[in-house]
């Protein structure tokens, strides 16, 4: 999911595309392991920057999923840069 949206977002300068493509994904991928899921939330908040679009509910969902599993150091320190660029 995330390759695909990274081709579209990253490759192509589609982040519309991969905002959708990330959306669909967690919605039929609801069983997708937690680091998966949580990789899948904060890619759309970088995405939405780009096209100066706040993703604060992006954001809250991947601060409550690294709240509620144990997600490591290197988790917390990504949340905490896209939080530091919103500001």
């Known amino acids: 999911m995330i ?12 982040e ?5 493509v990330l ?5 039929r991928l609801a069983d ?3 680091i998966e899921r949580f990789d899948a939330l904060l890619y759309p908040a ?3 920057m780009r096209i100066d679009q706040v993703s604060a509910a ?3 969902q991947a601060a409550d ?5 144990a997600l490591g150091a290197e ?3 990504q949340l905490a840069r896209l939080r530091e660029s919103l500001d």
């Open 16 to 20: 519309r595309q991969a905002i959708s």
């Open 46 to 48: 970088e995405l939405c």
């Open 65 to 69: 999923r690294l709240r509620d599993h």
């Open 32 to 34: 997708a392991p937690a």
């Open 3 to 14: 390759d695909v949206a990274a081709r579209q977002g990253d490759a192509r300068g589609d």
């Open 23 to 27: 959306d669909a994904g967690l919605t």
């Open 58 to 60: 992006d954001l809250a």
């Open 75 to 77: 988790a917390e320190q």
